[in-house]
């Protein structure tokens, strides 16, 4: 059986225009990125004028930022996924709605039993 494949072509989004306006909106100079990471602002520069991302640095941008630029980016994608912790938030929650489905059961039956 074969996989199906989606014809629904998404266009890129222009990374370093992204970036750019992150950091601009973080009040974060470019200068700044370009002594973390350990490349001349110049670098910096030409990057966000180009469309495509060196994966690397967006790495390293992310983490001095604390942004998460793959996860805004992964969000156009528009293809579902689920982080370990989304996953164990939910098992939390259906546990949860469980517990107070029970409690409820539980306050019908002591209302029953009080005569209430």
Not at 9 to 24: A, F, Q, R, S
Request: proline share 3%; net charge positive; aromatic share 6%.
């Amino acid at each position: 059986m074969e996989k199906e494949i989606n014809s629904k072509k998404i266009d890129c989004p222009h990374v370093g225009e992204l970036v750019n306006y992150t950091i601009y909106q973080m009040r974060i100079q470019k200068k700044q990125i370009a002594e973390l990471v350990g490349v001349q602002k110049l670098t910096i520069s030409r990057a966000i004028k180009k469309p495509s991302f060196q994966l690397d640095l967006l790495w390293q941008i992310s983490q001095f930022t604390r942004y998460n630029f793959l996860a805004h980016l992964g969000e156009k994608l528009e293809i579902p996924y689920e982080t370990k912790t989304e996953k164990l938030l939910k098992e939390q929650l259906l546990q949860k709605e469980k517990e107070l489905a029970d409690l409820q059961k539980e306050k019908e039956l002591l209302m029953q039993v009080l005569g209430k």
